[in-house]
């Protein structure tokens, strides 16, 4: 059993930066592949960004690449998402899910889930 617990969201202006932080318990952390989702109001949940157990491969949305960085700490059981230029089409409820697998942009592949943070990005 893997308990996903989501910081870091917040109000930001466009063009602003926030450092979302998804903390993990467990002792294997590094046998799971990580990822990003989030959910706007209205909209489905979708995906963001993904980064395999070791950190060496990520992936990301069409809608992010360039502007957000997923990575990982496995000394802290801990993934980050750097978000920088932010824009009002970003705000959303984001979410850190956990898979121990390699490492996929698949929702349904996810077996654990976070419960959210809320980033508002103000235009």
């Known amino acids: 059993q893997v308990q996903l617990v989501e910081s870091g969201g917040g109000l930001v202006q466009a063009g602003g930066s926030l450092r979302l932080s998804c903390a993990a318990s467990?002792?294997?952390?590094?046998?799971?592949?990580m990822g990003w989702f989030r959910q706007a109001p209205g909209k489905e949940r979708e995906f963001v960004a993904t980064?395999?157990?070791?950190?060496?491969?990520?992936y990301y949305a069409d809608s992010v690449k360039g502007r957000f960085t997923i990575s990982r700490d496995n000394a802290k059981n801990t993934v980050y998402l750097q978000m920088n230029s932010l824009k009002p089409e970003d705000t959303a409820v984001y979410y850190c899910?956990?898979?121990?697998?390699?490492?996929?942009?698949?929702?349904?592949?996810?077996?654990?889930w976070g419960q959210g943070t809320q980033v508002t990005v103000s235009s």
């Open positions: 467990g002792r294997t952390f590094s046998n799971y592949a």
């Open positions: 980064i395999s157990g070791s950190g060496e491969t990520t």
């Open positions: 899910a956990a898979r121990r697998a390699f490492t996929t942009t698949l929702q349904r592949g996810y077996n654990y």
